[in-house]
């Protein structure tokens, strides 16, 4: 229990950490330069200059309802990921504002501005994803989707994401979109790339003596497929089953931790996937 605990406070450590460093981003770069990058927040800064709601009453609102919505659609397993960054990030916001109108950084030109503000998103969403939360918003809209509409995670994600940054480019200029698709791609990159893996999924072996239970949070929680083996153990020739899946690199942590929840004796193998192709119609991956 004590490892539990300590594992629990280096999580939520690490999420402030990650709340932090993307608040203050989108103190210092997002919001002061009208630059949308897609979800709640990138929302609020065109309902900003549109009806003139403060962005962070409109964060907080928005993540509210997504998750009353969440919680009456998918549960509160699934949505229990998402409160603590929903009510964090817009609260983180609120408090970093004074930091970073005493900074006052300014660059010599709008391109060292997108790169360090993508850098600094990229590495404090890693750092939020590592500890397997989100801070709510579309990911809750893009899961409810994914559960109801049987549309991928990544799929829903990105058309919401791809209409929001639009309705920035309309409001606040087309030269805004090139920036927020240089920021998402950094931002990507960082997080896709750098801290969880140098591929865009990870193929997990599990050999497990609760078949049943992770099988069922494999297809109804992450909401993929999952393939069972046959095995045979090569020293003492028993024969059992062991289950394999791919998983998108982004719930990785949040994967294993709930893996080893379920059986802490759980065995893992688990190998960067390079290229998922065919075969798969229930998928959580952000490819299909």
């Not at 060292?112 to 990229?122: A, Y």
């Not at 799929?155 to 480019?169: C, Y």
């Not at 998402?184 to 997080?191: A, G, I, M, Y």
């Amino acid at each position: 229990m004590k490892k539990k605990h300590k594992r629990l406070i280096l999580r939520i450590f690490v999420l402030l950490i990650g709340i932090f460093l993307v608040a203050v981003n989108y103190n210092m770069f997002l919001l002061p330069n009208d630059l949308v990058i897609g979800g709640v927040s990138g929302l609020a800064i065109i309902i900003k200059k549109v009806c003139f709601i403060d962005p962070v009453l409109f964060i907080y609102f928005i993540n509210v309802l997504l998750i009353i919505i969440s919680f009456f659609v998918l549960g509160w397993k699934k949505t229990s990921k998402s409160v603590i960054g929903s009510l964090l990030f817009p609260l983180f916001i609120s408090l970093t504002a004074p930091l970073t109108a005493k900074l006052n950084i300014s660059f010599q030109s709008d391109i060292i501005m997108v790169l360090v503000s993508g850098l600094m998103l990229g590495v404090g969403s890693g750092l939020i994803y590592k500890t397997g939360f989100t801070t709510g918003g579309m990911d809750i809209l893009s899961q409810i989707f994914g559960d109801k509409k049987k549309v991928s995670f990544g799929t829903a994600l990105l058309i919401i994401n791809v209409i929001i940054v639009l309705a920035g480019g309309y409001i606040f200029g087309y030269e805004k979109v090139v920036y927020a698709i240089l920021i998402l791609f950094l931002n990507s990159t960082l997080v896709d790339r750098i801290l969880l893996g140098i591929s865009d999924s990870k193929m997990f072996f599990i050999y497990t003596t609760k078949v049943d239970e992770v099988k069922k949070y494999i297809t109804e929680d992450i909401n993929t497929g999952v393939t069972i083996l046959k095995i045979e153990g090569g020293y003492s020739s028993k024969r059992d089953k062991m289950l394999m899946c791919v998983i998108r690199t982004r719930d990785y942590f949040s994967f294993k931790e709930t893996i080893l929840g379920i059986d802490p004796k759980a065995f893992l193998v688990i190998n960067d996937c390079y290229e998922v192709m065919g075969g798969v119609k229930k998928a959580n991956l952000p490819f299909i």
